[in-house]
């Protein structure tokens, strides 16, 4: 028969004139399957973990082969791309610093124990004279929050946050609103968001500090419990 030939059914001689014996098909097949599963014959075969691995990497392989020659340029305008991606990656890193999770609520300004404008400032010398600028940001925060309360501009009010500090004050300081805005922002960074201070961010805070003792308030606007 052309095209095909039929498997003939295995045929074991034997030594002597006894006439061959004749296995069918499928059971020498079984036989040499139950035969090839002995441990001698696996005793190099790859791990589990090997093979799982070779599958991985044939996938990659594919994957890339196939990437590879959709994009303009073959396999080396897919290596063009992926580092222009690794490199736009790596900026955003650089420049956003390490993702974190937003609180749900930011939490108060102030801890339990209260401390005087003067005491705040103090703190937030000490730190920066050391380089601390997370903590020297922080306190210097707190005596802008802490002067306004005592000159009466702020209600002073357990549990406000810098951001709710911040728009109280623009209504009767509304020429440092957008100051005031950045520095409420820069403190819940820092302290919340896992970004470090520089240097400049102090230095900004502590001019805005300075400027604001010298503002005459718009009293118009003053909230609750300021002087008219």
Same mark, same amino acid.
């Given at each position: ?102 609180? !749900?609520? &930011?939490? *108060? ?6 401390? +005087? $404008?003067?005491? #705040?400032? /103090? =703190? ?40 709710? !500090?911040? &728009?109280? *004050? ?6 440092? +609103? $957008?100051?005031? #805005?950045? /520095? =409420? ?40 419990? !300021?002087?008219?």
């Amino acid at each position: 028969m052309h095209g095909s030939r039929a498997i003939a059914p295995l045929v074991r001689r034997t030594g002597d004139d006894t006439p061959p014996v004749t296995i069918p098909r499928d059971p020498a097949r079984e036989a040499a399957e139950r035969e090839l599963s002995k441990p001698p014959y696996h005793e190099n075969d790859p791990s589990l973990l090997q093979r799982a691995l070779n599958r991985f990497w044939d996938w990659v392989d594919d994957l890339f082969t196939a990437a590879s020659g959709a994009t303009p340029g073959g396999g080396l305008g897919l290596l063009v791309i992926v580092v222009a991606v690794l490199a736009l990656v790596a900026l955003l890193w650089w420049r956003l610093g390490t993702p974190h999770r937003a609180p !749900a609520s &930011a939490p *108060a300004l102030f801890d339990d124990r209260p401390r +005087t $404008a003067a005491e #705040h400032r /103090a =703190a937030a010398e000490a730190h920066a004279a050391a380089g601390h600028w997370n903590q020297a940001v922080q306190e210097r925060m707190r005596a802008v929050v802490r002067s306004l309360e005592e000159r009466a501009l702020l209600d002073p009010r357990p549990g406000r946050t810098a951001d709710e !500090a911040a &728009a109280e *004050a623009s209504r009767t300081l509304p020429a440092h +609103t $957008a100051e005031l #805005h950045t /520095a =409420a922002r820069s403190f819940d960074a820092i302290t919340y968001g896992g970004r470090t201070a520089t240097s400049q961010t102090y230095h900004q805070l502590a001019t805005l500090d300075d400027a604001l003792t010298q503002t005459k308030p718009t009293l118009s606007t003053t909230p609750q419990g !300021a002087p008219n």
